[in-house]
């Protein structure tokens, strides 16, 4: 089983600079490298290879001497991804690949092999590095695959370390309808349980938007290139930061709370994309994150064992009565409360949801019947 495990890097003044340098070669060599294989295929009609470019590569280091100072797996590593771009644009259709440009708020560069952890010693050694600091607050046991020097827009540096331990996936654990959890998200409250719970979204961009302002009003009326108008930009990335990890670690306590209390979790299928679309929404929609916390729902539950089940986006969750499945057609969004019409039961519209979503999982799979 693959996981990555993320530490802070403390690297010194020279190291900075070495960082730099990989971080600067390896977004050469991928635009050298997207460059020739758009130029091959127009001249030729043809595809050149990953081997046909690690060959020219040894040329263009004799050409680029600055190319020499960097670890050269990590610019092998270069082709590769240019490789696997290409191949997810014919094959998946993703998107053609787009040249990396130094303004990217994150940079990175990877490190295939040849590198070792001491966590003794809070050591990382990195090949034309030498030994990093790091701030190695848990121990793994694996063996190590490819690790990924990153800086932040705020100028510190991380690696993550792809590990195999070697273990299989567990196998995935029975459940019942007493063991189900339906989830209904939304925007003012970010989930809301079949059970009747309801997790308030903290809403940590528009809590900091006003003060996010007055530093965007700060940053134009300075001089372009000035030091002052620097220190502003660092102070407005600084708190861009702090939202995405408030954020981050709001969800990660969430996702791992509800993995550990249920054996499935069941979820309705969003279209967030055309969601967002709606500008009176879009930035609500946002700073909810909806896709980030699915995602670490996914991958929490494969790590446990626990299941999640997804429904169709059209089928109806909030309009139907979870008590005798009448279906009310009136029903808008600002009525948050509402009587059923033929059963009297009373319905908070999202938890009604949230039982709704839980039934149709349950239905998809023959737990139980209508």
């Known amino acids: 089983m693959l996981k990555a495990y993320k530490f802070r890097l403390k690297p010194t003044a020279d190291q900075k600079i070495l960082i730099e340098k990989h971080i600067g070669g390896c977004r050469y060599v991928f635009n050298w490298a997207l460059a020739q294989k758009i130029k091959t295929y127009e001249e030729t009609a043809k595809s050149i290879s990953q081997f046909d470019l690690n060959r020219q590569l040894t040329q263009l280091k004799k050409e680029q001497l600055f190319l020499k100072e960097v670890n050269a797996q990590s610019l092998q590593g270069m082709t590769k991804q240019v490789e696997s771009a290409f191949t997810k644009f014919f094959r998946e259709k993703k998107g053609f690949p787009n040249f990396k440009s130094k303004k990217n708020p994150l940079q990175a560069f990877q490190i295939p092999q040849s590198y070792s952890v001491d966590f003794d010693n809070n050591i990382i050694k990195l090949p034309k590095l030498g030994n990093v600091k790091a701030v190695l607050h848990r121990r793994f046991e694996g063996n190590l695959k490819t690790a990924t020097v990153s800086r ?38 970010f989930v809301v349980l079949s059970n009747g719970e309801k997790i308030e979204n903290p809403k940590y961009l528009k809590t900091s938007l006003k003060k996010m302002k007055a530093l965007q009003r700060q940053v134009s009326r300075k ?34 709370r509800l993995i550990c209390e249920n054996q499935a979790i069941a979820l309705e299928t ?14 609500s929609i946002s ?81 139980i019947t209508i």
């Open 223 to 256: 001089v372009k290139g000035s030091n002052n108008r620097r220190k502003v930009i660092k102070k407005l990335t600084k708190l861009h930061e702090k939202i995405t990890n408030q954020r981050n670690d709001f969800q990660n306590k969430l996702s791992f």
């Open 287 to 367: 700073d909810a994150s909806w896709s980030s916390f699915v995602t670490k729902l996914q991958y929490k539950a494969e790590w446990s064992g626990k299941t999640i089940l997804r429904i169709g986006r059209f089928q109806p969750s909030s309009k139907l009565c979870n008590n005798c499945g009448y279906y009310n057609r009136d029903l808008t969004l600002k009525v948050r409360e509402w009587f059923c019409p033929e059963c009297n039961t009373f319905h908070d519209r999202d938890v009604n949801a949230a039982i709704n979503i839980k039934k149709f999982a349950l239905i998809d799979q023959n737990l």
């Open 152 to 189: 932040t827009p705020t100028g510190k540096y991380f690696i993550s370390l792809l590990v195999d331990d070697e273990k299989s996936l567990p196998k995935k654990q029975e459940f019942t309808t007493e063991t189900t959890i339906g989830i209904d998200i939304g925007i003012k409250d």
């Open 270 to 283: 969003l279209n967030v994309d055309g969601m967002i679309k709606n500008h009176h929404l879009a930035q």
